[in-house]
């Protein structure tokens, strides 16, 4: 699938790869992993009471050719104890307009452990509104991230827009 509406395979790794270019270069710990040479790329301000410990990844959906951001939030120091669940995750979401809250549970395709994620069902509009972005991956993220536990994007990511 190939439209104004989606990002295809070598786009995506294209923003993402500038994506963490960037991210090194303002030293934010952004990282890009596995293998993109796989034939299916998919398989292989709000206060919070107490410190909330976070992951985000993004991958590309290859059925719905469009980015689709997994996450998980724990309330503890060790990642893997105390998960927040899906319903105390939507309750971060401040922005009571953003129109991206279709949070879903599923096992993340790579590392094959329950992750949150948001639905990759509306990224196709998403995508078509910043359809003359430089880098669609930094518009797309910038705007569901709010979503995702209130992930934050430094401004330098913007740059890569223009």
Same mark, same amino acid.
């Given at each position: #699938?190939?439209?104004? %509406?989606?990002?295809? $395979?070598? *786009?995506?790794? %294209? ?6 270019? #960037? ?6 710990? $952004? ?12 398989? &292989? ?14 991958? $590309? ?12 939030? $724990? ?12 319903? *105390? ?9 953003? +129109? ?5 549970? &599923?096992?993340?395709?790579?590392? %094959? ?8 069902? #509306?990224?196709? *509009? ?20 709010? &979503? &995702?536990?209130?992930? +934050?994007?430094?401004? *330098? ?6």
């Amino acid at each position: #699938m190939d439209g104004p %509406g989606t990002i295809t $395979w070598e *786009e995506f790794l %294209g923003d993402a790869e500038k994506f963490v270019q #960037m991210s090194n270069y303002i030293s934010d710990g $952004w990282d890009l992993r596995g293998n993109k040479n796989i034939p299916d790329p998919f398989e &292989a301000t709000c206060p919070i009471e107490r410190p909330l410990i976070t992951e985000h990844h993004v991958l $590309w959906s290859m059925s719905y050719s469009v980015p689709v951001l997994y996450f998980n939030g $724990w309330k503890s120091d060790f990642p893997g104890i105390n998960s927040i669940s899906m319903e *105390e995750a939507q309750s971060f979401v401040c922005d009571r307009e953003l +129109k991206y809250k279709d949070l879903s549970q &599923a096992i993340h395709p790579i590392l %094959g452990t329950p992750f949150l994620y948001l639905h990759p069902c #509306m990224s196709h *509009e998403l995508l078509q509104i910043t359809s003359k972005s430089k880098n669609k991956l930094v518009s797309w993220l910038s705007t569901v991230a709010p &979503a &995702a536990l209130n992930l +934050k994007l430094r401004p *330098e990511y913007y740059q890569l827009t223009i």
